[in-house]
């Protein structure tokens, strides 16, 4: 008896151990439950947060109405080809050529080109409404006044190669077109640390010649445009003249001596556009 009563507490003992561990278990599936929560309220609140400022800002800046928020970046990124009509012979073996990024995202991306016009009032516009665009640079524009640019730059900015001197580059052979090409690509390292990528040649004219060199100086993909925008205006190169999923907005640096305007102005005519059609301004490189 004496045996049986041990062997009794001793399973009544592994019992209460077995049984002591369910509780731990489901205490912390409970907490981590919890904490998913959190986060997910936690993630939602900042959302709100964000969007509340953008609401702010959209009244300081002028606009109509609050830009719309472009939904998350593409896990995969979509298969970049060249447009066809814009094929140079052999094109297969050089940077793809397109105005418009393969996306069912109702998304457009704003695009600036060289850099002459340098209004600090259209950093703090841009930066408090958090509308990403992509630059594409000349040095000879640029030169004297880095710094603006290198604050572009710390804003999430990406600084792309649109020559040294924005040279007609079909009328250049291929060495003075390499040069144009290259030295920027040099230039832009010296200075704001990055060699890019990417390639907008002047007026989007180029050659064989000009894809080649562009290929031999790193570059990887030659985004031109599908509608232009100005301070009155948005052109389009479609025969509808409208906007499509995925379209490149060309505009550049300018301010009153160009345009009837300043570029926040231009910034406004374009996102009253955009906005309309209700369209969001996504940033090119989450899509190449």
């Not at 045996?3 to 278990?25: E, M, Q, R």
């Not at 695009?111 to 000879?140: H, R, V």
Request: charged residues 30%; aromatic residues 10%.
């Amino acid at each position: 008896m004496a045996v049986a009563a041990l062997l009794v507490a001793a399973l009544g003992t592994a019992c209460g151990s077995a049984d002591s561990g369910a509780p731990d278990k489901a205490e912390k599936a409970k907490a981590e439950k919890a904490a998913g929560a959190a986060g997910a309220l936690g993630a939602a609140e900042k959302a709100k947060a964000a969007q509340q400022a953008r609401v702010v800002a959209a009244k300081k800046w002028r606009l109509l109405k609050t830009p719309l928020t472009a939904p998350p970046a593409p896990k995969e990124k979509p298969e970049i080809s060249t447009r066809d009509g814009f094929e140079v012979e052999d094109q297969e073996e050089y940077p793809p050529v397109f105005t418009t990024i393969p996306t069912e995202d109702k998304v457009v991306f704003l695009t600036i080109d060289d850099g002459a016009e340098k209004d600090p009032e259209f950093l703090k516009m841009m930066k408090e409404l958090k509308i990403p665009y992509t630059a594409f640079l000349s040095d000879y524009v640029v030169n004297d006044n880095y710094p603006y640019f290198k604050e572009m730059q710390a804003a999430g900015v990406t600084l792309n190669n649109h020559t040294l001197n924005h040279r007609y580059m079909p009328a250049l052979s291929y060495d003075k077109q390499r040069e144009e090409i290259c030295g920027q690509q040099d230039t832009l390292q010296k200075v704001f640390g990055k060699r890019p990528t990417l390639f907008r040649p002047p007026y989007g004219n180029y050659n064989q010649d000009t894809l080649r060199a562009a290929k031999s100086c790193g570059i990887k993909a030659v985004p031109l445009w599908n509608a232009e925008a100005f301070t009155n205006r948005m052109d389009y190169r479609e025969w509808d003249r409208d906007l499509h999923p995925g379209d490149i907005i060309l505009t550049h640096f300018r301010g009153k001596e160009d345009w009837k305007g300043t570029m926040p102005d231009m910034i406004r005519q374009v996102m009253k556009t955009v906005t309309d059609k209700g369209y969001a301004v996504a940033r090119l490189e989450d899509y190449l």
